[in-house]
Each structure stands twice: as C-alpha cells, then as structure tokens.
C-alpha cells in the first residue's frame, strides 16, 4: 500500500489532518507519517526529520508526501536529495491542498491505488469544492501535480443499476469514501451520476469526483461498468447503498420517538421492560408530559437579516432559561450539564450552518432546526456510547430552541404520578420536583444520558429505553416501575401492587438509615473495616462525594482533565485540579488513575491509528506508555500533589508486569525530578481489568500496595460482551461466576499485605456487597450518591457467613443464579 507522510508547520495541525482522514477509512489503515513542527508546539519544518517520516511510511510501494506551504515545500526538496536513490525514486512530492488532499490520498490509497494515482487523487481534491461554490481564481496552481483529465470511462451497454440513498446527509464524505474503497477492489472500471439532478457520470472510484455529483438523501444513483468484474462490482455498490454505505446511524436524529399511532395500549397487568436508569420503586397514575417537537409551519423566510435576527433573540432567551436553571440546581455536578448546554448555544461549527442556511432562504426554525439535527447525528454515529449519548444533549438544546422560535409551550406534567414521556431533557429533568414525581419512563434515552443522570441524582426512580408501546399508555393508568430492574408494570393486580408498595417502603426506610449514618466508617456485623470511596470524574462529584459520606476517593477518573480540548493540561494545570479535589475531600486519601484513553476516547493531542476494535487496542496503560512525555507529565502532578495527601497511584488496564515496571519506574523518574524524595503515603496500584491480570495477581503482588478491579471491563473481557451494547446487557452481568472467580482469583493472589478493592460498577450493586466482602475484598468506590447504601449493605454483612456463600456462588452456572441466590 502507498504510505502518505503530511509535512507541516503545526504538529498539532498536522495530527488533526491525520486523525481526520484516517476516519475515512477506518477498516484499512494506511501507513501515514506526519513530519511537522519543531516540537508539540514550535512551528517549522525539518528535512531529516521529512526523510525518517518518508522511510517509515514507505512499504514498498512508495509514498506521496503532502505539504502545507513556504519552507515546508523547501524542506520536503531538500529531504528529497537526502534520500538513498532507491528510495527517492518512489516518492511524489504533491501541490495538492493539505487537507482535502490528504482525504482523496489515503481514500485512493487505501483502495490499493498506485502512487501515481494516488498524487493525481490528491492533487484533484479541490474539484468537488470548486464544482459547489463556482472557481474563485486560476484553478491550480501551477507546477502542481494535475489530474491526467478524465479517466476512460466504461463503455456504454454493461451492466447498470439505480439505487437511493437513504443516509441523512447523502452521500458525504464517509459514506462517499467507502463506495471509493469498495469499488477499487474489483477489476472493473465502475461509474457513478446522480439521476436524480442528471449529472454527467464520473469515476467511482475518485471521491473527490464524486463529491461533485451533489447527492443528497433521497437522491438516486445510478452505477455502471465494465470489466471482467463489471458485475460485481456494480451488484457490491447497490448492496452498499442499501446498507446505507454501513454508517451507523443513516437516518436524520429527529428527536424523541413518534408516538405510535394507531397502537393499542397494553393490556392490563402487561409487563413491559427497558433499561435500568436510577434505582427505586415507583408506584403512580401514568402523566404523559408533552415532549414531541413542535411542527414548523411552511412560511417563507422573510429575508436573511430578520430571520438571522430571530435566531439571535432565541438564543438568548435560552441562554436565559439555562442560566436560570442552573443557577437552580446549585454547585452540583449535573450543573455542568446545563454549562454544556449553553456551550453548544455558542458553537461556532452549529451557528455557521444555521447563518449559511438563512443566507440560502430558510426561515429561522427550519435553518435552526436542520443545522443541530446534523450535529446530534455526528454524535449519534459516534463509537463510544458516552459520546453517543450526547446526541441527547444536542437535541434536548434544538428542542429547547425550537419552541422559542415557535412560540411553543415548554414540557410541563400535568399532575402527581408517573412522569411517561419520549425523551426527557435535561432542562425539563431538572424542573421535576421528586416529592411530585413517584417515577420516569421513557420511549427513548439511555442510562448515561443526561436526563438519566439527572433522575439518579435526584433520587426519582427510572426506567428508560423501554419503547413506542409506553406512549400508548393511557393517561391516569396505574404503573408501577423498578428503576433497579428495568421492569415495568401496567395495571398490576392488587396483590402485586400490595408487595411493589411493601418492597419501595423498605426500600425508602434503608435509604433513611444509611443516609443518617453516611459519614460514619463501614463496619461489616463481625467487626471487619470496609472503605467506601467515590468514583470522581470532576471537582463537583468530589464535592458530591465529601457530603454522601466518602471514606476516600477510590477511583479519580482523570480523562476529564484530557478529553474534549486541544492541547494535554500542563503538569501546573493537573496539579491544581488534584489539589481541588483533595480540598473538597478535606485530605482524603486520593486514588489517581493515570489516563485512561485509547481508540475509544481518542485525544487530538495523541492521535492512535484506527483500530477494528478499540477495546482491545492501544489504551490505558498501553497508551500511557506509548506517549512517554503525557505520562510523565501527568506522574509529576500526582507527586507533587503526593508530598501533601495521601495519594495512590493507580495505572489502567495493565496486562503484563513488564508494563507495570515500565510505568513504576516512570514513577520514580517523576519522584527524582519533584525533588522532594519520596512522598510517605504514596502507594502503587493497578487496575485488574484484564483476565490475564487477574488470574496473575499473584506474580503482580511483590510489585504493588493494591489492586482495584474494574468489574466494567473485566465483565466485557471475560464474558466477551461490550459494555455499551444494550442487547447484551444481561449478559455482561458481573455476577456472572466467570467474573466472580477472576475476583476471587484476585483477592487469593493478593495475599495479606496487598489490599483489593473493587471501583467497578458491581460495587455500587448492594446485593452484590456481602458477596464481595465474602471474597475477601475491603474496599468499594462507587457513584458518590450510592455511597450511604453501601456503607448500609457492608454493615448489614457477617464476613464469615459472606465467605460461606461466596464459595457457593463461584459453583454457579449464571449471573440470574447467583443474583437468585443472593
Ligand atoms: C472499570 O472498568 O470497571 C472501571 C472502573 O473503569 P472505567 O469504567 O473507567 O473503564
Ligand atoms: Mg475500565
């Protein structure tokens, strides 16, 4: 395969060309080397370091180099002479601009293009642009590599089809590079137009080409070729379209889920059942609170400035509504919902779109309407399921603007019961009042969206995700909902409605008793110590954390310094937000994971080669050691902070004891260089997430003071069963025997001096807490608002008895046997 290196001023600059093509073709990577910048953040360009790019991205078949402009094209010369001949021979320098080029090249070259062909791809990237907005100057500059002219189209008569295509955004660039990549592997000559506007036919397999032909959803296509695989290959790209050309998510994100017209309401005592959202039994009449999008009537823009105007004026009195709600949730962590919220108010990227589509004729709500409708679906076809469901964010705010450009009213509930709604957002969560609200289900949503997160912290029961057939519930019904189980209940007959009332109320009466005992130590019946930590993923939980009653932070999730921004935070910068934390928990022993990124959560700052499965590629630890100079910058903060608390360092998904021993003795780098010798209460720890590492615990021990499971992972490693896939959610149950003999394999080969703790998920289920202190753990960290039942559960435990049963609940043959058991 052709490698492509990208030399330019800005590495930072460079690194975010290379993430972004890349994602173009994430089943076939091509080599790609980035040559630019002096360092992370000195602009300049240097030869030798051109040629080590140009040798590394080399396979065999040569290389095109991209340039971005001035001494960057001299140096790129210059590394040329200094190559060996043989080399040299291979590579093309291309005029190509960087960034469309860039895409064309690594699409062309993933497709097995030669380099030749590669060059010309590149270096014809602008004519979709230009073919769109009309040429603004000469049309190439001159010197530049220029396309050949036309390729030799297939004659006339093979075989052809037409095919529509469904994807929300048409044919862009994703889905337009895997058509390019799908049709270059077959032998044949193969050309695409667009029907629908009657363009001329062009190469398929040249995305800047088809980036011309202005398809849009809906629009039909129409394929022809020729050649010995002229068949198949037409035959494979109508299969492709019909697989809305594999994205995710083809169909525009339009909001909450339509009620189900026409669909009957389900019979009495119907069970329905969704996603367990927030923890609680909730027992009321259905309230179907109004969530559906208003209509947007067909009236004609009355000119750029005054609907342009419109949506200034709606923007700000949402920014108004949000300000003042989050004024009302107060110096909490759900407040950072609503600082996001009014962000995305301020998103260039989102305002852009809507200006130009005012600019073009749509009136204000449409314009606004359309242009976040395109953001939420970017999100939605986002891997990572934390991401994903920020799409919710997204439309909760085009909702939230919708109805003020229209004039519409907001979410309001009718009157005490059972909240039933689509979706909810966050804005409208936030106005429940919990002595109103006995519960919420939702058609829509996720555990981990915003609205979900909001009802768990506000102590209102929760079942979301439970489907259309909810809506046709009908108003004042009695439902019954377990927000532990996901179980719904419609109509249940009085003796079930007897026990679901028994059950909330003694369910409200240990939630009372823990809460009055939350700041006191957990002791098991038999005299044992427990810690209860806090799961910390910002200053505000840490605050959160300190009024539930933590005994330490258990696990600080440092991502949140790293994700979603430019450039890593200074070691300055990480000192500050660690010694906030350790404010807010008043000296507390601080668990501080290092930084737990990787395909999943990619960073722009340390981009990673695309991986076929991001959970088990480059992360955590193996990312951490893969980019030396983040780690240590990150162990620097951590001792520093270390000299002042006591403070346990805990590196993630460590697989292997060389691993281990390479990041200790970073560690120990960073000691030397804070100068102060070695902190006294600072302790080493690994996540065990890995099954390997697990089962290892024991070769591990002389290395560590600690191991903490993460039962999150460890469950989707050992069970093979991803965590943010809801249809194998029962299955990756961390009560599954498998997993529960991993723990015990842990805690045996832990022996005396080493402590086990347990940070994962599975912590914070409180029928699960006698098991694992039967295993031998003695310490859980959990979501701080589950901290007080926790502590409850480990006093309501006998260690010895604990043990006992435990042992019988490794001979198991499932997690609904042991959870039977429990
Ligand atoms: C885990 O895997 O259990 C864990 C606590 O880590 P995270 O959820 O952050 O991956
Ligand atoms: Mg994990």
Known sequence: ?????????????????????????????????????????????????????IAAADQGDGVVVLMDLGSAV????????????????????????LVEGLIAATVAAAGEATREEVAVEAAAALTGKQAHLGPAGPPHSPGATQPTGPPAGPPEGGPSATVAVVNAHGLHARPAARLVTQVRLFDAATEIRNATTGSDWVPAASLSRV??????????????????????????????????????????????????????????DAGLSGRAASPGIGIGPARHVDSAEPEIPGHPSQGFEREWRRVEDALST????????????????????????????????????????????????????????????????????????????????????????????????????????????????????????????????????????????RGIP?????????????????????????????????PVLASLRKRAAAQASRRTRALSRASEAAETRDGVLVGVGANVGSVADAITAAECGADLAGLIRTEFLFLGRDRAPGVDEQEAVYRQIATALDRRRLTIRTLDVGGDKPLPYAPAA??????????????????????????LAIVRVAHDVPVNVMFPMVSTVDELLAARRMLDEAVTRAGRGAPPGLKVGIMTEVPAAALKAATFAPHVDFFSVGTNDLTQYALAAERGNPALASLADGLDPGVLRLVDAVCRGAGDRV?????????????????LAGLGVRELSVAPPMIPEVKQAVRDTDTQQAAAMAARALDLADAAAVRAAL
Not at 11 to 36: G, H, I, K, S
Not at 80 to 93: K, T
Not at 236 to 259: C, Q, W
């Open 211 to 268: 980036a011309t032909l202005g398809v849009l959803q809906g629009h039909q296509i129409e394929v022809r070729a020729s050649g010995p695989q002229a068949a198949e290959a037409v035959d494979a790209v109508i299969a492709l379209a019909n697989r809305a050309f594999d994205e995710t998510h083809p169909a525009p994100a339009e909001g909450p889920v339509p009620a189900p017209a026409g669909q009957p309401p389900p019979s009495p």
């Open 318 to 457: 949402v920014r108004e509504e949000l300000h003042r709600t989050r004024a009302a949730v107060g110096n909490r962590p759900e407040a950072d919902i609503f600082d996001a919220h009014l962000l995305l108010l301020d998103d260039t990227d989102l305002l852009d779109d809507v200006r130009s589509r005012t600019a073009r004729g749509s009136p204000a709500p449409q314009a606004w309407a359309d242009a976040a409708a395109r953001i939420a679906a970017e999100f939605d076809g986002l891997p990572d399921p934390y991401l994903k469901a920020r799409a919710s964010d997204v439309r909760a705010v085009r909702l939230q603007v919708l109805r003020v450009l229209l004039g519409a009213a907001a979410t309001t509930v009718p009157a005490d019961g059972v909240v039933i709604a689509a979706d909810l957002a966050p804005a409208d969560a936030a106005g429940l009042d919990p002595s109103r609200i006995a519960g919420i289900l939702l058609a829509a949503g996720s555990p981990t969206s915003h609205g979900a997160i909001l009802a768990r912290t």
């Open 462 to 494: 929760a079942v979301v995700a439970v489907g259309p057939a909810l809506l046709a519930i009908p108003e004042g019904t009695t439902v019954a909902l377990d927000g532990a189980t996901g179980e719904v209940r419609v109509e249940p007959p009085e």
């Open 610 to 635: 695309a991986e076929d499965n991001p959970f088990l590629g480059v992360r955590g630890i193996r990312h951490s050691l893969a980019h030396p100079s983040l780690l240590a910058a990150q162990l």
């Open 1 to 53: 395969m052709v490698g492509l290196v990208i030399v330019s001023h800005s590495r930072a600059l460079a690194r975010a060309a290379a993430t972004l093509a890349a994602e173009m073709v994430p089943d076939r990577p091509v080599p790609l080397e980035v040559a630019a910048g002096l360092d992370d953040t000195t602009f300049g360009t240097d030869a030798v370091a051109i040629t080590e790019a």
């Open 74 to 97: 001299l140096s790129a010369e210059l590394a040329l002479d200094l190559l060996d001949d043989d080399l040299r021979e291979r590579v093309v320098l291309t005029a190509a601009p």
């Open 755 to 771: 402590s086990v703790s347990v940070c994962g998920e599975l912590a914070a289920d409180v029928t699960a807490v006698p098991l």
